[in-house]
């Protein structure tokens, strides 16, 4: 029996080895790191879409952040050219860079000074903290959980403490403030002549024969590598089709109506006193001021009327345009989420007639008074609702339009045919619905759609001449293509690239010329006058800039620092002995006539530039560290961004989990604040 259950022991074992080697080649075989359920946002959300050290960003932390994004600016086009997810992203990895060299120098913020910070924005007119269930509601609405929000707060502070660690011994010298003022307050007008190769390329012509010998040296570069497509195309145009849809005031009011409160108000009205502290020893004075305002304006329940404080602000506040007006800022306050330690943000949650502050915030005080919030009227909206509907509605119409198009393209392989039966509706004429590209492959500019990847992959799949692909979004509608010829990989014969060559041998010969033709004018021109004749004699035009100042682009060479020197060191009549390279060209400047800088407007200004050339200084000395910071830690490994994660999101934009359910699930705040009773 005992050798029974011996045998039974080991079998058992073996069966549990084996059965842990099985679950380990399984893990291997079917599962991957960066493998997820893309069609269940929770589980998207918790993936990770970059690492910084020990510390990761989920989709669902970069989602949040994104939306605060498309919210400030109002739409995805003006983030794109900000660089989009990318930008967003980098944003995110510095700002976690930042926290992290913070740590290492012991810097971090303490739960301490969160609470602090957190009690200062959210106190009421006495002072006091608003509670923990106003709290919550208030940063749940606005970043989307109170985790969120305190670790914001926590990352700007840090932020804070190391900008001023790395900036503390920064100092900036009276004659560099002035050198920079005369810079930057002189002016200029400006003949400048720029030697570009692209207009010195059209003084070049070559012979037939040199363009045959070129393209018998260069032959290889002609071939293309792939078919060659043309395809005959119906196009429908969202513009087109949304001019046909009448909105009724109906249908406007029920999408006013369907606006959350917040997204009815054109904002609040703010009266503010600044208070300035020229110098760092004049802090407590200044805050002294302004404490003895704030308890002269504030009545019994913590408000003051708008009279008082209109009186209050031109009497005392040192931002002379809103002083002028009784402390009212231009514009009504918005929220923005994506400032937490924006002062005027505390206006937005506080009642009507009350007083906030005093706030320290850069170098001034601020005192401020909430006034009324300022409704957007239907008629307000009217205009903004009709856009986004018309849009939404006239995409819908397009995008319908198009599938059936597709759907009669298939069945009678006639453009011609199935835009005459759709021309009303698509209220276009027929002409306008068919359109035909060149012969094209992956990559081409096609004219009317551009370099288009959606576009090439829908004629990826077409073969067979005849062969009709699927609706897809191109410039300004849809288009349905019809593969009409193909021509297979080749190098292409002289007369299908003759102009291409032309333009290739042209631009060739213009770089080689553009440095010597620069010299030569240069060198000739005795005053800016002679500047018209000599560009001239080169195919080129000479151009003025009058009242010019330093950094201003030269239109199409744009500016550099040399140019700066360069026409700085000029006076009237002189015209510079060396051209200037500028990116891939060259320019030739001369001066008609200079003003020199108002030195007695420098010193109208001297506090304030100083004040502003040690802000410009200690920011980027703060940049220099951190791109620092994250190159060292980029070499060591320590920055990861997961590629196909932020692909999988830009191509599928991430819709965030409800926050409120998300907030549910989070840390009560009291945890920091016990902490802080706690130390």
Known sequence: MLKYLS????????????????????????????????????????????????????????????????????????????????????????????????????????????????????????????????????????????????????????????????TAGVQVSEEEVLDDFRRRNTKFDLVYVPVTADKLAQTIEPSEQELRDFYEAHKADFRINEPQKKIRYLFIEQEKVGQKIKL????????????????????????????????????????????????????????????????????????????????????????????????????????????????????????????????????????????????????????????RAAAMLRETKDVERVAQQLAAEANMSPREMVRETPYIVRGDDVPNIGVNPQFEDAIEELKEIGDVGNKVGVRNGFAIPLLVDRKEPRIREFEEVRDDVRNRLRRERAAEKLEQVARDIAANAQSPADLKALAAKYGLQEQTAADYRLGTPLNEVGTNPAADEAIYRLQAGQVSKEPVKMGDSWVVVGVNKRTEADLTEFAKRRDDLMEEALAERRAQIFEDFLEEARARMQRAGKIKVYEDILKKVASEPFVSENRAKRAESLVDPRRIFSRRESA
């Open 248 to 403: 009724s005031d109906e249908q406007l009011r029920a999408e006013y109506e369907k606006l959350s409160p917040e997204n009815k108000l054109a904002g609040v009205r703010v009266q503010q006193i600044v208070l300035k502290v020229a110098r760092p020893e004049l802090d407590a004075e200044v805050r002294a001021k302004a404490d003895e305002l704030v308890q002269k304006l504030r009545g019994p329940d913590g408000k003051a009327s708008e009279q008082a404080f209109a009186e209050a602000a031109r009497g005392n506040s040192e931002d002379p345009a809103t002083a002028r007006e009784g402390g009212y800022l231009p514009r009504p306050v918005r929220r923005n989420a994506n400032k937490p330690d924006d002062p005027l943000q505390q206006t937005l949650d506080a009642e009507e007639g009350q007083v906030i502050g005093p706030i320290k915030y850069g170098n001034a005080y601020f005192i401020f008074r909430r006034g009324a919030a300022v409704p957007k009227t239907f008629e307000e909206a009217k205009r903004e609702l009709e856009v986004s509907l018309r849009n939404r509605l006239s995409y819908n119409a397009a995008s319908q339009l198009a599938d």
């Open 7 to 166: 045998r039974m022991e080991r079998t058992r074992s073996a069966i549990i080895i084996g059965f842990a080697l099985l679950m380990g080649i399984s893990l291997i075989f079917f599962y991957a790191p960066g493998t997820l359920d893309y069609m269940n946002p929770q589980a998207l959300a918790r993936q990770t879409l970059a690492r910084v050290g020990d510390e990761k960003i989920t989709v669902g932390d970069f989602s949040l952040v994104r939306d605060d994004y498309l919210m400030r600016f109002g739409g995805p086009m003006v983030l794109l050219q900000l660089g989009g997810d990318r930008w967003i992203l980098n944003g995110m990895i510095n700002d976690r860079v930042l926290f992290q060299e913070a740590e290492r120098l012991g810097l971090a913020a303490s739960d301490a000074e969160v609470a602090e910070q957190i009690r200062r924005l959210y106190s009421d007119a006495s002072g006091k903290f608003v509670g923990f269930d106003r709290y919550r509601e208030a940063v749940t609405r606005r970043y989307g959980s109170v985790e969120a929000f305190e670790r914001q707060v926590r990352i700007e502070l840090t932020k804070e403490k190391l900008r001023a660690f790395i």
